[in-house]
């Protein structure tokens, strides 16, 4: 086994449940360590609803220039020549949205004083955790 580190909070993922109660615990002055495998910010934040509202944002925005251009000065807004989609700067804008805002998930846990490790997490105890990273396995104990 390779490092031990004591701490008074463990919270194992760090979606919107987990950096939420790391934060208070931190808040609250407790040595608190969040563990997550991948981004902070959960599903959600990270592959599910924010990109899905980004590139949905995105087609809305594509559909009104194309209705505007087929309509010819439509509400005084003329568009000349057809909306076109660049996909790879269309991705590149919605992943710059998604990293912009976890960047903010962690500033937050920092702020609040909250170690965030990246690793898979795996109880071998009652208060015993160890968490595989890239440097190797760190061992938490309560």
Known sequence: MGEVRKCQVL???????????AIRAGQLGLDTVIVEGDKAGG???????IPSK????????????????????HMGISVSGEAEVDMAALVS??????????K???ALLKAAG????????????????????KEGIVEFEA
Do not use: M
């Not at 599903?43 to 609803?49: E, S, Y």
């Open 11 to 21: 919270v194992v993922g760090a979606g919107p449940g987990g950096y939420v109660a």
């Open 43 to 49: 599903t959600c934040l990270i592959r599910g609803c």
């Open 54 to 73: 980004a590139l949905i944002h995105a087609a809305d925005r594509f559909e009104s220039l194309q209705q505007h251009a087929s309509e010819g000065g």
């Open 93 to 102: 804008w919605k992943d710059a949205i998604v990293e912009r805002l976890n």
């Open 104 to 106: 903010g998930v962690e």
């Open 114 to 133: 909250v170690d965030l490790v990246k690793g898979w997490a795996t109880f071998t105890g009652p208060k015993k955790c160890c968490v595989d990273t």
